[in-house]
């Protein structure tokens, strides 16, 4: 058990993990927040490109991301030039992939939270005097607690179940960009079956812990409102 | 000449503007041109949907007038041909909403010290003290029942020392005692320190024992009706004694009509002959009678 917590692929899979949590938290939060505010064409455009990740094939994004941020590509070009960065095939591109999938379960569940929040609440901060600032900070963000913490385990899970595009960006390599989902499919393929059921086991613990951690924020959203 | 002198000084909100509102029955265009006079509670009355709301949040500056002036004693808050919009942040308005929209992460407290410019624990403590709410200022909000919640919704509204008190249906959620209470402390504050204060109201009872002026909401047009007593009571008849109340139920029996009224807190039941007006459950009525001594007693 030692083995696999020190393994590379558990190793990979925590770190992307928790460092797109930190990243899907500081974008996702203020662009939740943002999307509900008064209709407009390039809200709207927001909205469907965040949450494009959560209908649209992986593969197929996957692709398009490629393309965008391979050496060739617009963005991965530019950063290949400039900064001799590469995204493709490292770990950037693993971190890239779990982002980006995660995104939208972060997205969403503040967008929600945020609607159900009364506006005359925001209305009765305004005629108190308070800036926008104060009533973000004092109004907003702690009675959408909830539809962040839920927003945030559920953009964990997805990030550790991750498959297709960490595929694509990361390139399944052994010892670089194997990630533990990647770990089981790669142990299967070459027939270790109980490599791959050990990974399975650990990969469904991590999982579990997310569902009684998420289930608890529930229960203790509610208790609070 | 003293007359003359005392209107002239009295210091005046003057409202008027211009918005295009949709209602049930179609797009209209609510007009009101009206003087508040400063430091008095007064009450925007009339059936729903004739932009009494829509009036208090244009005040509070939550909503936009298409045209108009707001002038706050000597200041001007709106003026659209001149291009004078001030933000609601700067209005200085103690907005109560239906929904009484309390902070529900902070405790009572932390409700009404949020509200404060600087936070003044001495202005806090003496507001939960008229309030009754010194007992519960470490709860939440949602530990509390409607009255007492409303209790909060005027405390912080007070607590940013505003100009002007906005009150949308404030006590219509409440029950009767709880209402009766409530307008003592609204009266209370109103006299204590001489806020305005603006109220919508359905209730006519509320509006006779708080209000010194009422404003009238017709389709599109909004009447200075004067004292409320002017509009309720109109010069359609001089009786010795009269009493406005609201329908209650009324049941038909052979010759006669039973009407239960609401008069005040109080219901009464009065007979009517069956063939005169017909009354409905909802109907505002006034109660007149000329005709004999009516014996006043202390209880």
Same mark, same amino acid.
């Given at each position: 058990m030692k083995e696999l917590i020190t393994s590379q692929p558990f190793l990979l899979t925590l770190e992307v993990s928790v460092i797109s949590l930190i990243l899907q938290f500081i974008i996702g939060v203020p662009l939740g927040i943002y999307i509900t505010g008064k209709n407009s064409i390039f809200r709207r455009i927001v909205e469907i490109i965040v949450t494009l990740p959560m209908i649209f094939p992986p593969m197929a994004l996957g692709f398009f991301l490629i393309l965008i941020l391979?050496?060739? @590509?617009l963005i991965g070009g530019f950063l290949y030039n400039t900064f001799d960065f590469k995204i493709i095939f490292t770990f950037w591109g693993v971190l890239t992939a779990v982002f980006i999938v995660g995104l939208p379960f972060m997205v969403k569940s503040v967008q929600s939270s945020r609607k159900q929040l009364d506006t005359a609440m925001v209305e009765a901060a305004r005629t108190l005097g308070k800036s926008k600032f104060a009533i973000m900070r004092k109004v907003i963000l702690p009675n959408i607690r909830g539809g962040i913490t839920t927003g945030m385990l559920l953009a964990f899970g997805r990030s550790l179940g991750e498959v297709g595009i960490s595929l694509m960006?990361?390139?399944?390599?052994? @010892?670089?960009?194997?990630t533990l989902s990647l770990a089981i499919y790669n142990s299967v393929y070459e027939g270790d079956f109980a490599k791959a059921a050990e990974l399975s086991i650990l990969l469904s613990v991590l999982a579990i812990i997310v569902i009684v951690i998420s289930n608890k924020s529930v229960f203790f959203k509610r208790k609070t409102n | 000449m003293f007359l003359f002198n005392i209107l002239k000084t009295r210091k005046m909100i003057k409202i008027d503007i211009r918005k295009k509102l949709l209602s049930s029955t179609g797009e209209f265009t609510l007009n009101a041109n009206i003087d508040i006079p400063s430091g008095e509670i007064v009450a925007f009355y009339g059936k729903s949907g004739t932009g009494k709301t829509t009036l208090l949040r244009i005040i509070a500056g939550l909503a936009a007038p298409d045209e108009g002036t707001i002038n706050v004693e000597d200041n001007t808050w709106l003026d659209s041909r001149n291009g004078i919009y001030l933000p609601v942040e700067k209005r200085a308005v103690g907005y109560v909403f239906q929904s009484y929209a309390?902070?529900?992460?902070?405790t009572i407290k932390e409700n009404i010290l949020f509200a404060q410019k600087k936070p003044d624990i001495s202005q806090a403590k003496k507001l939960m003290e008229i309030f009754g709410l010194s007992s519960l200022?470490?709860?939440?909000?949602?530990?509390?029942?409607g009255g007492q919640q409303q209790r909060v919704a005027l405390a912080r509204a007070i607590a940013c020392k505003p100009r002007i008190m906005l009150l949308d249906?404030?006590?219509?959620?409440?029950d009767h005692e709880m209402r009766g209470s409530i307008q003592d402390e609204i009266k209370f504050i109103n006299k204590e320190w001489g806020i305005t204060t603006i109220l919508v109201s359905h209730d006519v009872s509320e509006i006779f024992k708080l209000c010194t002026r009422v404003y009238s909401f017709n389709e599109s047009t909004v009447v200075d009706k004067g004292n409320p007593a002017n509009l309720f009571s109109g010069n359609r008849l001089s009786g010795k004694v009269q009493f406005t109340g609201e329908v209650l139920a009324s049941e038909n029996e052979d010759l006669i009509q039973i009407l239960t009224l609401l008069v005040g807190n109080t219901p009464v039941k009065i007979v009517v002959p069956a063939n005169g007006e017909t009354f409905m459950a909802g109907d505002k009525v006034l109660i007149a009678s000329k005709a004999f001594n009516p014996i006043i007693q202390k209880l």
């Open positions: 391979g050496k060739n @590509g960006l990361g390139g399944n390599i052994i @010892g670089r960009t194997e | 309390l902070f529900p992460n902070m200022q470490n709860r939440k909000p949602a530990m509390l029942s249906e404030p006590l219509s959620a409440l």
